[in-house]
């Protein structure tokens, strides 16, 4: 097949063509970090010691830059003592590919380092919660307000200016007064998700709803239809296999800002468990705890995805990937 034939605007391709490009895009990332991992040439900035030689400082399995390797080879070579050996590596924060599957599992059964810490699972629970109620909290106030600014003028006018100003405030910056007000637990984390979500979620929604037919409301409206039965029974059904693909995609919105607001108050969480990791130069178990948050969220998007097209069958738009 000639190669402009993949490249037709909005082309339908078959499912096997689907999966295919599905596959390939996390095999060619992947494919990329085993050669630098893997590939000596291609990086490997640094030297691993696999016998120290005579110099004193050294230790098997150290890491060492190449000049300073190169420095006390040379200084070996010229006292005539024995030499250091090493092979190229890359960094301690580039683990290569293997190690960060195999912290798939030693991570989930490693203890905490510290007497009080959590492990990997429960670090995790903890962060499903804040980002459920977040987005529940959020989700409860916005709908409904999207809805109504979305249908009704005069509510866009009063709210939406104020909105619009809101959305462009970075959410960390109400970390410090969401501490003072809702105490160092939970709730400012919840609070820094809301704001983050929210905002955004009643323009979205706001703008879905205008785009359902005016014809509609016009109709319904000379028939005589009171204000509540045009939302329940003209306007949230016409908008809905819509507003569900909008919760799709504000979902993921709350997923990025949980890193920040799991920085405020208390400790815990993946977050706490990610820079525990880190001061102890696990990284393996650091990719492996960002890659995790990452199958998750892609989980829940798919099943929401999957669960959009049995719920709404009719409208294939809404059920594009």
């Given at each position: 097949?000639?190669?402009?034939?993949?490249?037709?605007?909005?082309?339908?391709?078959?499912?096997?063509?689907?999966?295919?490009?599905?596959?390939?895009?996390?095999?060619?990332?992947?494919?990329?970090?085993?050669?630098?991992?893997?590939?000596?040439?291609?990086?490997?900035?640094?030297?691993?010691?696999?016998?120290?030689?005579?110099?004193?400082?050294?230790?098997?399995?150290?890491?060492?830059?190449?000049?300073?390797?190169?420095?006390?080879?040379?200084?070996?070579?010229?006292?005539?003592?024995?030499?250091?050996?090493?092979?190229?590596?890359?960094?301690?924060?580039?683990?290569?590919?293997?190690?960060?599957?195999?912290?798939?599992?030693?991570?989930?059964?490693?203890?905490?380092?510290?007497?009080?810490?959590?492990?990997?699972?429960?670090?995790?629970?903890?962060?499903?919660?804040?980002?459920?109620?977040?987005?529940?909290?959020?989700?409860?106030?916005?709908?409904?307000?999207?809805?109504?600014?979305?249908?009704?003028?005069?509510?866009?006018?009063?709210?939406?200016?104020?909105?619009?100003?809101?959305?462009?405030?970075?959410?960390?910056?109400?970390?410090?007064?969401?501490?003072?007000?809702?105490?160092?637990?939970?709730g400012p984390k919840i609070a820094i998700i809301v704001i983050g979500t929210f905002f955004q979620q009643v323009l979205i929604v706001a703008n879905t709803t205008r785009k359902l037919e005016y014809s509609l409301?016009?109709?319904?409206?000379?028939?005589?239809?009171?204000?509540?039965?045009?939302?329940?029974?003209?306007?949230?059904?016409?908008?809905?296999?819509?507003?569900?693909?909008?919760?799709?995609?504000?979902?993921?919105?709350?997923?990025?800002?949980?890193?920040?607001?799991?920085?405020?108050?208390?400790?815990?969480?993946?977050?706490?468990?990610?820079?525990?990791?880190?001061?102890?130069?696990?990284?393996?178990?650091?990719?492996?705890?960002?890659?995790?948050?990452?199958?998750?969220?892609?989980?829940?998007?798919?099943?929401?995805?999957?669960?959009?097209?049995?719920?709404?069958?009719?409208?294939?738009?809404?059920?594009?990937?």
């Amino acid at each position: 097949m000639h190669i402009s034939h993949w490249f037709i605007a909005r082309q339908e391709l078959s499912p096997a063509k689907n999966k295919g490009l599905a596959i390939a895009s996390f095999l060619l990332p992947l494919l990329i970090w085993a050669i630098v991992s893997y590939v000596p040439f291609v990086w490997h900035p640094m030297m691993k010691i696999s016998d120290i030689g005579d110099v004193d400082y050294f230790q098997v399995d150290m890491l060492v830059d190449k000049a300073t390797f190169q420095q006390e080879l040379t200084n070996m070579q010229a006292e005539g003592k024995h030499l250091p050996v090493a092979t190229p590596a890359n960094p301690v924060y580039l683990p290569a590919p293997h190690v960060v599957f195999k912290a798939f599992y030693t991570a989930f059964t490693t203890p905490p380092q510290q007497r009080d810490g959590l492990w990997l699972h429960q670090s995790l629970w903890q962060s499903i919660q804040v980002i459920f109620w977040g987005f529940f909290i959020s989700s409860l106030i916005g709908v409904p307000l999207g809805i109504l600014a979305g249908t009704y003028t005069v509510i866009a006018r009063v709210f939406e200016p104020f909105i619009e100003f809101f959305r462009y405030l970075p959410a960390p910056a109400f970390g410090a007064l969401a501490v003072a007000v809702l105490g160092i637990y939970d709730g400012p984390k919840i609070a820094i998700i809301v704001i983050g979500t929210f905002f955004q979620q009643v323009l979205i929604v706001a703008n879905t709803t205008r785009k359902l037919e005016y014809s509609l409301l016009e109709a319904a409206m000379t028939l005589g239809t009171s204000k509540l039965k045009l939302l329940k029974h003209v306007v949230i059904p016409g908008i809905l296999p819509d507003l569900y693909k909008d919760l799709r995609i504000l979902l993921g919105w709350a997923w990025t800002y949980l890193i920040v607001a799991e920085l405020i108050g208390t400790s815990s969480g993946i977050t706490w468990f990610i820079t525990q990791q880190a001061r102890y130069e696990h990284f393996e178990n650091v990719y492996a705890a960002i890659m995790i948050i990452g199958m998750i969220g892609l989980s829940c998007d798919l099943f929401l995805a999957w669960s959009g097209q049995k719920l709404f069958p009719w409208n294939k738009q809404a059920n594009k990937q």
